[in-house]
């Protein structure tokens, strides 16, 4: 059945909504409450706390379409399906429904509402190890429903298991929807090594909890899916290339238009890699990140660069915000991109124009570096970063074209000489993925909660607020909106401060109540409407009360000693704290 992107979001949505699911927002690409990660890479990421047990205010059955940002494949961006930016529709149980009625949504939702017939579907359940049994629960339930046993595969770990996606927390086997793209038979048997069968759906069955020593079973079984839209918009419409959807053909169109270029065979991968990128690149500034060199503002760089870069292979110059016009029309349902359209475009051209200025040399510097090489060195890597704008990962793909390595080793040296926070830092995190909620990291966030409040007292200004958090489970840092340098002894009142409350053994409490009480009970807090119109506050003690969605400790006491490393400078009139506890 032939669906545009909306279509498709729509019908889905409807689904779920006539099966009592409870439609949630479609949040920031930025995790609120997930500080480890650097980017929403799927629907589950806010839903965490809820998948460890908290209770949801909008229920049990939830469902949404949630844009996301992948970047560990960015390598792979030119071929027809990868992403950096995508929408993932989902519907999740938080101990509700389990694995026989997830399969049962799944089939109808597939069969029925989309009209893909059966002969078209494969799926993939887990084959079991040592950490939990073969899953012949979801294979013997996809059979009842008419599934070929041929055309169910038992695949390992590999394959077929989702998640933690940090060191640690909920996962589960899953069960994946295979369709098969091409207008021939589909063999009898499922051969998941054939690449016409493609991915649509996961269903993911988060029944276990993964600890430092190994994996016990949930209290609560959760159902988790992910179902990407690009994805299946293309296979509705029969395509072979997610680019040639409509959640991408406009911005394919626009670079034709302007490089005067065909999207066909060698061009395909420039132009792919464009129009991703640029996309990735307006909904990141959208959700308030500028180009920068850490973390975020790193990733939006290397992005946008990256495609300057395939931009000038196809003869284009300052071009970034033309392209990302179409952007905008695509996605006019989401407001908060035709708001900022301005803010927008202005800070992409911004970008553009700055690495303009040094690109066109930076190259010339590269080809001489490479000449008669076989290496470029750690020093010359940096060099190229540091004086033409060359993201590390930038030269790398140079290199790699002309087959000579780079000294990767060597460019973390010199940068880690020239910046503390070092893109290995970043790399890191995306690795790490979520928050694993560790008890080093839970305690820290409850320090973060007494930090924001004894700031505002040490400092004596009430309008004091967090602007930015980050935790890994040795430190914590923070950013508030302040106009001058924390002095050496108002960091120390703060430490005496933060020392003193923690002794006081106060208990750390939750509660839920709408907007409007959390609003006048004086809790801090982003006051827009989450969840529908009710919040979860926690107190500690009559100390600090803010909207959160936790986890928090149960007590101070638990928190030992709080002591500040570093305050800092990050943006004009916002300060960071790096503190720990001992
Ligand atoms: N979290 C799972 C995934 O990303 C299901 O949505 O595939």
């Known amino acids: 059945m032939a669906l545009t992107r909306q279509q498709l979001i729509k019908s889905y949505l409807d689904f779920f909504k006539s099966k009592k699911h409870a439609i949630i927002e479609n949040v920031s690409l930025v995790p609120e409450h997930d500080p480890t990660v650097l980017f929403t890479t799927a629907g589950m990421h806010p839903l965490v706390p809820f998948l460890l047990g908290q209770k949801h205010l909008l229920g049990k059955r939830l469902c949404n379409v949630q844009r996301c940002i992948r970047t560990q494949d960015i390598d792979e961006v030119g071929d027809s399906f990868h992403h950096t930016f995508f929408e993932m529709l989902g519907n999740w149980s938080l101990g509700d429904y389990f694995k026989d009625e997830a399969i049962e949504f799944s089939f109808e939702f597939l069969t029925k509402t989309l009209k893909i017939p059966i002969e078209k579907l494969a799926i993939s359940c887990f084959a079991g190890d040592k950490d939990a049994p073969r899953d012949l629960d979801a294979s013997k339930k996809w059979e009842s429903l008419g599934i070929p046993k041929e055309r169910i595969a038992f695949l390992p770990k590999n394959n077929n298991w989702w998640g933690p996606a940090g060191k ?224 590390l990962e930038m030269t790398i793909e140079l290199a790699r074209e002309k087959n000579i390595r780079v000294d990767e080793m060597g460019f973390e040296k010199e940068n880690s000489k020239h910046q503390e926070l070092s893109r290995t ?70 430490e005496t401060l933060m020392n003193k409350k923690i002794q006081e053994k106060m208990e750390v409490k939750r509660e839920e109540m709408n907007l409007e009480q959390a609003k006048t009970s004086g809790a801090q807090g982003i006051f827009e409407s989450k969840y529908g119109n009710k919040v979860s506050v926690y107190s500690i003690g009559n100390f600090s009360k803010e909207i959160c969605a936790g986890p928090h400790v149960k007590n101070t006491r638990e928190l030992g000693k709080f002591r500040i490393l570093k305050e800092e400078s990050v943006a004009a009139g916002i300060r960071r704290i790096k503190a720990f506890l001992e």
Request: contains cysteine.
């Open 425 to 494: 830092a970043t790399e890191g995190k995306f690795k790490s993925g979520l928050a694993d909620n560790s008890e080093a990291t839970t305690k820290l966030h409850t320090a973060t909660h007494l930090l924001n409040q004894a700031l505002r007292i040490v400092l004596k200004n009430q309008d004091i607020h967090q602007k930015g958090s980050n935790i890994t489970p040795e430190r914590l840092r923070f950013d508030f909106n302040f106009d001058r340098k924390v002095t050496n002894e108002e960091l120390k009142e703060v």
């Open 168 to 391: 640690t927390g909920p996962c589960g086997p899953d069960s994946e929807m295979f369709y098969w793209r091409s207008s021939k038979k589909a063999p009898e048997k499922f051969d998941p090594l054939d690449d016409t069968w493609v991915e649509i759906w996961n269903d993911v069955f988060m029944q276990y909890n993964k600890t430092e020593s190994g994996f016990e079973e949930l209290k609560q079984k959760n159902v988790d899916t992910g179902m990407g839209v690009e994805r299946t918009t293309a296979i509705l419409n029969k395509l072979d290339d997610d680019y040639l959807s409509d959640s991408f053909l406009p911005l394919v169109k626009k670079i034709e238009e302007l490089s005067k270029k065909r999207y066909v065979k060698e061009e395909t991968k420039a132009m792919r890699i464009i129009a991703d990128h640029i996309k990735a690149a307006v909904f990141i500034v959208a959700d308030g990140i500028f180009p920068s060199n850490v973390e975020r503002g790193y990733v939006l760089r290397r992005l946008i660069r990256r495609a300057i870069r395939y931009g000038r292979e196809l003869g284009l110059e300052q071009f970034i915000s033309e392209i990302a016009e179409s952007v905008f029309d695509i996605y006019r349902d989401y407001s908060h991109l035709a708001k900022n359209k301005d803010k927008i475009l202005n800070e992409l051209e911004k970008e553009e124009t700055k690495f303009l200025q040094t690109l066109g040399n930076g190259i010339k510097i590269f080809e001489k570096l490479v000449k008669d090489k076989r290496e470029i060195s750690g020093k010359d890597a940096f060099l190229l970063y540091q004086s033409y704008g060359f993201p």
